[in-house]
């Protein structure tokens, strides 16, 4: 696959959107467009966009900012926002991290229980990690905020990329890739079994009787498998959604087999329309051979919308957050992409060095194979391939052609919604949400109103029946 540097919108087919523009009845009784917002006090959809004169880096820790995006988001109708996490900070070592806005975070969940006060439909997703957490802990937050927010709660599954991580849970060394994926697929059977340690209606909380559940309707799981025991109930009852929808974003094979078995909406990124649509059909077809309707399995590129009054304008805008990138960022964020490798003695203009196939680091896989296969086979640069990495998957451009592309995507099959990373906040959210979003609706593509309470219901995906009554196994 070729990835492109940032679009600009000059590249949108415009002329194949026209041609195949829906009619509202179809847009909706087949499928309907679903958006996520990826929320980031700084963006988060470019590494230096906390530098833009427009951005205020300064709400990153400042719960009101996160009150106001939110509510613009709900405003747009989006269909959830996600907080992505990992227990480290990302760009690790010190050389880059004083100058990316990553060391300043709040913990997702503790966010996310304070937005579900502020909002009343925005779906409201994080990541936790099945490499460094238990089951039991997990499946009690998330269960926890599905019952503080009444049913819009998501758990981005991840395995955890970053070899940090290890040393923030005093590991000496990161779990191996395979390994990973093994201990997540049994820590997400324990999590659901853990949210189905009730019946729906088992608390009947009957003064009367003097009984808060029926006892007919516990399930008490026990699981003993190869990386946990654990033994329910869990202390809290079913979720409201039966279970918080599941997000996931494996790329590599066994990644993939795992958002396919596990995964109801999928994070991707991808660089241009072909390989999205192979990611595509790729993914359903694993889902359908899982036994999933694949309809139920939503695919969600990410994407960095840059809304401009022209295309000039775009392209400006574009170069300007470009030249924002610090030299020791640029290095910093080839180094993390690509693995573990030491660029410090490399000049920034010159060509990436050759990487040794067994100093390729402890990483997943797929997007380091991308980038190498973008520095050799064009032989770009160090700085280019920063830039590109940076703006990877940024659309600048008017609001007629960012809608074009999103439109071609859905109608090409190469996503079924889209997670938006705003290069900066705030104004880029709300540029999207009051210019692109209207031609959206008015294309018939995005709802005008939220249909459901839940953000299961919203997305279109069923609330999973209860498992097996006991759910208890000798996983080894
Ligand atoms: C949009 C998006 C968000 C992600 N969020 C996180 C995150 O919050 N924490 C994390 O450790 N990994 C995150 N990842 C990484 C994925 O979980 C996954 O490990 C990565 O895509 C590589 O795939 P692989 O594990 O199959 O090699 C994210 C990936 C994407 C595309």
Same mark, same amino acid.
């Given at each position: 696959? !070729? =990835?492109?540097? @940032?679009? &600009? #919108? *000059? +590249? %949108?087919? /415009? $002329?194949? !959107? =026209?041609?195949? @523009?829906? &009619? #509202? *009845? +179809? %847009?909706? /009784? $087949? ?446």
């Amino acid at each position: 696959m !070729t =990835a492109q540097p @940032a679009q &600009t #919108a *000059t +590249t %949108a087919p /415009t $002329a194949q !959107t =026209a041609t195949t @523009a829906p &009619t #509202a *009845t +179809t %847009a909706r /009784t $087949a499928r309907r467009l679903t958006l996520g917002a990826l929320v980031h006090g700084s963006g988060g959809g470019h590494i230096a966009g906390w530098r833009h004169p427009d951005a205020r880096p300064e709400g990153q820790l400042d719960f009101p900012f996160h009150a106001d995006l939110a509510r613009t988001l709900e405003r747009g109708r989006f269909d959830a926002l996600f907080v992505a996490d990992a227990d480290a900070v990302r760009g690790h070592p010190l050389d880059s991290l004083s100058r990316t806005a990553r060391a300043g975070r709040f913990e997702p969940l503790t966010l996310l229980a304070a937005l579900a006060l502020v909002t009343e439909h925005i779906g409201l997703a994080a990541t936790a990690t099945t490499t460094y957490h238990h089951p039991f802990h997990i499946a009690r937050k998330f269960a926890s905020l599905d019952h503080i927010s009444s049913g819009r709660a998501g758990w981005n599954v991840t395995a955890s990329v970053a070899p940090p991580e290890a040393a923030g849970s005093a590991r000496d060394s990161h779990l191996e890739h395979e390994l990973r994926y093994r201990r997540a697929d049994e820590f997400v059977r324990v999590v659901k079994a853990l949210w189905d340690s009730f019946d729906d209606d088992a608390p009947v909380r009957d003064k009367a009787t003097g009984r808060y559940y029926d006892p007919a309707g516990l399930r008490t799981p026990h699981h003993e498998g190869e990386h946990f025991t654990v033994r329910g109930p869990l202390n809290i009852s079913r979720p409201p959604q039966g279970h918080p929808v599941v997000f996931q974003a494996g790329s590599s094979q066994t990644g993939r087999e795992f958002a396919a078995r596990h995964g109801e909406v999928l994070f991707t990124t991808q660089y241009e329309l072909g390989a999205a649509q192979e990611f595509y059909a790729d993914i359903k077809a694993r889902a359908a051979g899982h036994g999933r309707d694949p309809a139920h399995v939503l695919v969600w590129p990410g994407l960095t919308p840059l809304v401009a009054a022209t295309e000039s304008d775009a392209r400006r805008r574009l170069s300007e957050l470009q030249d924002l990138i610090h030299d020791d960022v640029a290095r910093r964020i080839v180094q993390e992409g690509i693995g573990d490798l030491d660029l410090s003695e490399h000049p920034l203009d010159g060509p990436l060095p050759e990487i040794a196939e067994g100093n390729r680091g402890n990483r997943g896989n797929s997007r380091r194979e991308l980038l190498l296969k973008l520095a050799h086979d064009d032989g770009s640069t160090i700085r280019r391939l920063a830039g590109r990495i940076a703006a990877s998957t940024t659309v600048a451009g008017t609001p007629e052609q960012i809608a074009d592309h999103i439109e071609t995507w859905f109608r090409e099959r190469a996503a079924d919604g889209f997670n938006i990373a705003f290069p900066y906040l705030p104004g880029p959210a709300e540029d999207f949400v009051d210019h692109v979003v209207p031609l959206l609706q008015r294309r018939g593509l995005l709802r005008t109103d939220y249909e459901g309470t839940s953000l299961r219901e919203n997305l279109g995906l069923p609330r999973p029946a209860l498992g097996a009554r006991h759910l208890q196994e000798s996983g080894r």
